[in-house]
């Protein structure tokens, strides 16, 4: 059972531009919503987090936006940089279990 | 900010050995620390999640005789590959929590095992 959908598989941005990728849940218990930045043969980086009481963070670049009654999140990378070119995966947790992975988006940045 | 230290970064190992890895929380106590398994161009799946001083509870279709996990101190987890096969060869991530608090969950770099 996905319950962290992902959208788009992979996604190519020019320089300067605007990266958005979607994510979707079911699980209603999910309490908390990180985005994590993965480069090949590395383990994921946490890049920005949101809890459901807030319909928006933004931190840098990144900005997460959060509709709780779709049951929505999506991250937005404004000003996109060859640099940002990587995995990207949304990610769900409830209480003291382990988070529940995206099936990630792979995002090339063209100069 | 907090540390996770996953050693050996890349094992190469024949069919038939085991392989330990290796993971470490630098400055904080671990009290859970979850492990993950990634196959190229795929997402993480979670193996199974241990508490320190307790046994590893571990995902549906995972054999826990064949990964085995202790988390004999609560800085320390390791993760073993018995009798590893080809079809073992995959990206190995640990995580590991500071307490209770979601914004205290970090990642290790990972560990790349192939088996020939």
């Known amino acids: 059972q996905q319950q962290v959908k992902q959208s788009p598989q992979s996604l190519i941005v020019q320089k300067g531009g605007i990266s958005i990728i979607n994510c979707a849940y079911e699980?209603?218990?999910?309490?908390?919503f990180p985005w994590y930045q993965q480069f090949p043969g590395k383990g994921p980086a946490l890049l920005i987090a949101?809890?459901?009481?807030?319909s928006e963070k933004k931190e840098g670049r990144f900005t997460i936006s959060f509709n709780k009654s779709a049951k929505q999140f999506s991250l937005h990378i404004m000003d996109s940089q060859p640099g940002d070119s990587a995995t990207y995966f949304c990610?769900?947790?409830?209480?003291?279990?382990?988070?529940?992975f995206g099936s990630g988006t792979r995002l090339q940045v063209q100069p | 900010g907090a540390v996770v230290s996953q050693h050996p970064s890349w094992v190469i190992c024949k069919s038939g050995t085991s392989v330990k890895i290796e993971c470490r929380s630098l400055d904080f106590q671990a009290t859970t620390m979850f492990w993950y398994r990634q196959f190229p161009k795929q997402s993480l799946m979670l193996m199974a999640t241990?508490?320190?001083?307790?046994?590893?509870?571990?995902e549906q279709g995972v054999e826990k005789d064949k990964f085995l996990i202790n988390h004999a101190s609560l800085t320390l987890s390791t993760l073993t590959v018995t009798s590893a096969h080809p079809e073992d060869s995959s990206f190995y991530i640990c995580?590991?929590?500071?307490?209770?608090?979601?914004?205290?969950?970090?990642f290790g770099s990972g560990t790349q095992l192939s088996v020939l």
């Open positions: 990610a769900a947790l409830a209480g003291r279990r382990a988070l529940t």
């Open positions: 949101i809890r459901p009481d807030v």
């Open positions: 699980n209603t218990a999910f309490d908390y």
């Open positions: 995580s590991a929590r500071e307490g209770t608090s979601h914004e205290k969950l970090f």
């Open positions: 241990s508490n320190e001083g307790s046994k590893a509870t571990y």
